[in-house]
């Protein structure tokens, strides 16, 4: 796993807003085993760090079972809004090549400034 070689990202957080805590959801049983195994795997490699609190901000924890049978990890935000399967497929029409990208723990691969 790469590293963004930049600078840190900044983010501004608006003191204003009330901070969003989101429960974590119950998992699928299947899927207890892998999520385990990926959180242990991104502790080991220093990805997540463990905490014993809880900040004033959390977002659930979705499980997400990839074509390769391993588990990856995705915030869930009320936020951030995804397309729908109409929007993505309308702007396909009339293409011609396609491919999957898997931007391997992407999220994880650019630093935060404290």
């Not at 009330?18 to 429960?23: F, I, K, S």
């Not at 998992?27 to 999520?35: D, G, H, I, N, Q």
């Not at 951030?80 to 691969?109: F, H, N």
């Amino acid at each position: 796993m790469g590293c963004y070689k930049g600078p840190p990202l900044h983010m501004d957080i608006n003191t204003a807003v009330a901070p969003v805590y989101q429960q974590s959801s119950l998992v699928e049983f299947s899927l207890a085993t892998k999520m385990e195994e990926a959180i242990e795997a991104n502790v080991k490699r220093g990805v997540w760090i463990p905490v014993n609190h809880a900040g004033p901000w959390a977002f659930a924890n979705v499980p997400v079972l990839k074509h390769t049978s391993t588990v990856d990890h995705t915030l869930s935000s009320d936020t951030y809004k995804s397309r729908t399967l109409d929007q993505v497929l309308s702007e396909l029409a009339g293409g011609c090549i396609y491919g999957p990208t898997d931007l391997k723990a992407a999220y994880t691969q650019i630093p935060v400034d404290g």
